[in-house]
């Protein structure tokens, strides 16, 4: 397993991410961090949404959204997609990874390295598409669920 958060446990790492971006780093911001890192599972919206009040009462839905994307924006949250269509979210970890995702438990499991970094430089090569972006997430059972 690798460590998906190693280095960005305490909260100046935090704020120095935020200020590299010109962003705030808001008491909601933080919460919904903090939520997900507790939790070491993806969370749906509405589960977020519910724990973030918990800790903040009044933070509204509207906020909570707009947290996940500034937070995803800065690469500090990943977003998962589910089989069903829907999708949650959980801690990015360092780097650019893709989450590979528990199907029984709803656990994010690990994060596998990239490898579609050759994938694009030939495709562009190819094709002369400059690739700009991808998605790519990975299902499985984990030890747990196997057993
Ligand atoms: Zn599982
Ligand atoms: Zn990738």
Redesign the pocket.
């Known amino acids: 397993m690798k460590t998906k958060s190693g280095g960005r446990e305490n909260s100046e790492d935090l704020r120095a991410i935020f200020h590299a971006k010109r962003l705030k780093c808001t008491p909601q911001r933080l919460a919904v961090l903090k939520v997900l890192k507790e939790s070491g599972a993806y969370l749906s919206i509405n589960m977020l949404d519910k724990k973030v009040k918990e800790m903040l009462p009044g933070t509204g839905l509207a906020t909570v959204y707009r947290a996940l994307e500034t937070l995803e924006e800065l690469g500090l949250v990943a977003k998962v997609h589910l089989e069903d269509g829907c999708h949650s979210y959980a801690v990015a970890p360092e780097g650019h990874m893709h989450p590979i995702v528990?199907t029984?438990?709803?656990?994010v499991?690990d994060f596998a390295e990239c490898p579609l970094g050759e994938l694009s430089e030939k495709l562009t090569q190819d094709t002369g598409i400059v690739i700009q972006n991808h998605f790519l997430q990975l299902f499985g059972?984990?030890r747990?669920?196997q057993a």
């Open positions: 528990c029984e438990c709803n656990k499991i059972k984990c747990e669920c």
